[in-house]
């Protein structure tokens, strides 16, 4: 409720100080205040129409989709009451003047209407502003109800001050209102650049820097006035996380020193843009540093394997490389396998939510062991001491010819040059002619079936869990190694351009100008 209030009291403000000083412009002109009136309703009602319009919308979204326009909305706020803040702690001290002389203009240029225009664009501008801004504190607060009573009384003291002033009965020090205003609205804005980034997470946008950093229960317990204060006022979760705590310090550090930074002590002209290329140089180097320094957790699997058979046995499995070739092979006590993966061909998938390259190996062939005939009798005991349906002992008394093939399907996961995940699984049939039999019949004879493995549980447990490890960390040091770069690098371009700006529009230094000459020179503004 208090930062609703406060959002709506200084907007509020900057709106009826400004149609304040028109009115009283238009007045002690002689003109009539009808036209303006109008366009001020006409901003009033656009602006309510924003808000409503983004809300609608919003609440229509999916709800990833939700969080992800929250999140843009934050975005917009925090950029809008930025340029709020830095303007009006620039011209606060001669708004009236400055108004003034534009209302003056605009009578030059035209009639009352031309004024109205100017009433117009100023109040929805602050009109839309509020709308963004107080969408997002209500999206971020935890009562709605109550964000809205103090946007309301906040608004409402507002435009009782402006027809104080209006009237001349109230005075008020704008420069050190906004001032003060301006470092409440900064935190405010900081905890909204959290939100935001909140948001962006559960919209699936950013999924870096999400370790928790501290928990604050025992600072602000739930429902106390200073858990209000911290999570409902300046918008700080009980359970920070990293990439949020880091987008509140570079908001607010950064604003909040510039909107108390004492005017007497700023640089001007030319020591200002060699200010500032030295900053964006300080950024460029820690984000240089940052790049190389931070190295990202790599995890190999092991290239041999244990595999364990249905059938109790056990054996290994061995992974080389030749080339762009991956080559494994596997041993068991009863017979050997292998197979070969060209690895450049093959793309990385997910198993057990890790990325692997998997090949899969299918061979064909007649079973090593097996007789050529077998009698009825043995026929009974390999169908699991049945007879095969469709067949009996007094038509069909054998023996019979039989002919073994086992399909063989061998499925590997690797990552780099170890294993991840291996399988098999065969299925013998046998074809059966002769002994009665009118035509030849297929079966599937369930003692016949060679055993099929797999890769031993710890080891593969081991494997997928390395690497969910190496991925979260890599994941994680993202975050310092590029990301935290990136965000140096485009600071380090804003301030080079401005100061490059700065340079060409500072007038250079004559050679013959005096010392004390030269020193003014560099302190023009």
Same mark, same amino acid.
């Not at 640089?267 to 931070?294: C, D, E, N, Y």
């Not at 109790?312 to 006590?333: I, Q």
């Not at 035509?439 to 081991?462: C, D, I, K, N, Y």
């Given at each position: 409720?208090?930062?609703?209030?406060?959002?709506?009291?200084?907007?509020?403000?900057?709106?009826?100080?400004?149609?304040?000083?028109?009115?009283?412009?238009?007045?002690?002109?002689?003109?009539?205040?009808?036209?303006?009136?109008?366009?001020?309703?006409?901003?009033?009602?656009?602006?309510?129409?924003?808000?409503?319009?983004? /809300?609608?919308?919003?609440?229509?979204?999916? /709800? &990833?989709?939700?969080?992800?326009?929250?999140?843009?909305?934050?975005?917009?706020?925090?950029?809008?009451?930025?340029?709020?803040?830095?303007?009006?702690?620039?011209?606060?001290?001669?708004?009236?003047?400055?108004?003034?002389?534009?209302?003056?203009?605009?009578?030059?240029?035209?009639?009352?209407?031309?004024?109205?225009?100017?009433?117009?664009?100023?109040?929805?501008?602050?009109?839309?502003?509020?709308?963004?801004?107080?969408?997002?504190?209500?999206?971020?607060?935890?009562?709605?109800?109550?964000?809205?009573?103090?946007?309301?009384?906040?608004?409402?003291?507002?435009?009782?001050?402006?027809?104080?002033?209006?009237?001349?009965?109230?005075?008020?020090?704008?420069?050190?209102?906004?001032?003060?205003?301006?470092?409440?609205?900064?935190?405010?804005?900081?905890?909204?650049?959290?939100?935001?980034?909140?948001?962006?997470?559960?919209?699936?946008?950013?999924?870096?820097?999400?370790?928790?950093?501290?928990?604050?229960?025992?600072?602000?317990?739930?429902?106390?006035?200073?858990?209000?204060?911290?999570?409902?006022?300046?918008?700080?979760?009980?359970?920070?996380?990293?990439?949020?705590?880091?987008?509140?310090?570079?908001?607010?550090?950064?604003?909040?020193?510039?909107?108390?930074?004492?005017?007497?002590?700023?640089?001007?002209?030319?020591?200002?843009?060699?200010?500032?290329?030295?900053?964006?140089?300080?950024?460029?180097?820690?984000?240089?540093?940052? &790049?190389?320094?931070?190295?990202?957790?790599?995890?190999?699997?092991?290239?041999?394997?244990?595999?364990?058979?249905?059938?109790?046995?056990?054996?290994? &499995?061995?992974?080389?490389?030749?080339?762009?070739?991956?080559?494994?092979?596997?041993?068991?006590?009863?017979?050997?396998?292998?197979?070969?993966?060209?690895?450049?061909?093959?793309?990385?998938?997910?198993?057990?939510? =890790?990325?692997?390259?998997?090949?899969?190996? =299918?061979?064909?062939?007649?079973?090593?062991?097996?007789?050529?005939?077998?009698?009825?009798?043995?026929?009974?005991?390999?169908?699991?001491?049945?007879?095969?349906?469709?067949?009996?002992?007094?038509?069909?008394?054998?023996?019979?010819?039989?002919?073994?093939?086992?399909?063989?399907?061998?499925?590997?996961?690797?990552?780099?040059?170890?294993?991840?995940?291996?399988?098999?699984?065969?299925?013998?049939?046998?074809?059966?002619?002769?002994?009665?039999?009118?035509?030849?019949?297929?079966?599937?004879?369930?003692?016949? /079936?060679?055993?099929?493995?797999?890769?031993?549980?710890?080891?593969?447990?081991? &494997?997928?869990?390395?690497?969910?490890?190496?991925?979260?960390?890599?994941?994680?040091?993202?975050?310092?190694?590029?990301?935290?770069?990136?965000?140096?690098?485009?600071?380090?371009?804003?301030?080079?351009?401005?100061?490059?700006?700065?340079?060409?529009?500072?007038?250079?230094?004559?050679?013959?100008?005096?010392?004390?000459?030269?020193?003014?020179?560099?302190?023009?503004?």
């Amino acid at each position: 409720m208090l930062a609703t209030l406060v959002i709506g009291l200084r907007e509020g403000l900057e709106a009826s100080l400004i149609v304040g000083i028109i009115a009283a412009f238009l007045r002690r002109t002689g003109k009539p205040l009808r036209p303006m009136w109008i366009g001020v309703g006409v901003a009033v009602v656009l602006s309510i129409a924003v808000g409503v319009t983004l /809300q609608l919308v919003s609440a229509s979204l999916p /709800q &990833a989709a939700q969080e992800g326009m929250e999140s843009i909305i934050g975005l917009v706020a925090v950029t809008i009451v930025t340029g709020m803040i830095g303007w009006m702690n620039i011209h606060a001290r001669n708004m009236k003047r400055e108004l003034e002389q534009h209302a003056a203009e605009a009578l030059r240029d035209g009639t009352a209407w031309a004024l109205a225009g100017m009433a117009f664009l100023a109040v929805l501008k602050e009109g839309f502003e509020t709308s963004v801004f107080l969408l997002a504190a209500f999206q971020s607060s935890t009562s709605v109800l109550a964000a809205s009573a103090g946007a309301v009384i906040g608004i409402a003291i507002a435009v009782a001050i402006g027809i104080g002033i209006f009237r001349g009965g109230v005075r008020l020090n704008l420069g050190r209102f906004f001032k003060i205003t301006g470092v409440f609205l900064v935190f405010v804005a900081a905890g909204l650049v959290l939100t935001s980034l909140r948001t962006a997470h559960e919209a699936g946008w950013i999924n870096i820097g999400q370790q928790q950093t501290i928990t604050l229960p025992w600072l602000a317990a739930g429902g106390s006035v200073p858990a209000a204060l911290i999570t409902g006022v300046l918008g700080i979760p009980a359970d920070p996380r990293l990439i949020e705590v880091l987008g509140w310090f570079a908001y607010l550090v950064p604003t909040l020193t510039y909107l108390l930074w004492p005017a007497t002590r700023r640089p001007q002209g030319r020591s200002l843009s060699t200010f500032r290329l030295s900053l964006a140089a300080g950024l460029v180097v820690i984000g240089a540093v940052l &790049a190389v320094a931070v190295t990202l957790p790599t995890y190999q699997p092991a290239s041999t394997a244990t595999l364990v058979a249905t059938d109790g046995t056990s054996g290994s &499995a061995t992974l080389t490389r030749d080339g762009t070739e991956l080559k494994y092979s596997t041993s068991f006590d009863n017979g050997a396998g292998g197979g070969t993966v060209n690895v450049a061909t093959i793309p990385v998938t997910s198993h057990d939510g =890790v990325p692997t390259k998997a090949a899969t190996s =299918v061979t064909t062939g007649t079973t090593p062991g097996r007789s050529s005939t077998i009698t009825l009798d043995q026929l009974v005991a390999l169908n699991g001491n049945r007879l095969p349906i469709g067949m009996s002992a007094i038509d069909n008394p054998g023996p019979f010819t039989v002919k073994w093939v086992t399909t063989s399907s061998t499925r590997v996961w690797t990552s780099g040059r170890g294993f991840v995940d291996a399988t098999n699984s065969s299925t013998t049939i046998a074809t059966l002619t002769g002994g009665g039999l009118a035509s030849s019949r297929t079966l599937t004879p369930t003692s016949a /079936q060679v055993p099929g493995w797999h890769m031993a549980a710890a080891e593969r447990t081991a &494997a997928v869990n390395g690497l969910l490890d190496a991925t979260a960390s890599s994941r994680e040091l993202l975050l310092w190694k590029l990301w935290v770069p990136i965000v140096l690098a485009l600071a380090a371009l804003v301030l080079l351009g401005y100061a490059l700006r700065g340079r060409l529009s500072t007038p250079p230094i004559p050679a013959t100008t005096t010392p004390a000459a030269r020193k003014s020179k560099e302190n023009y503004a």
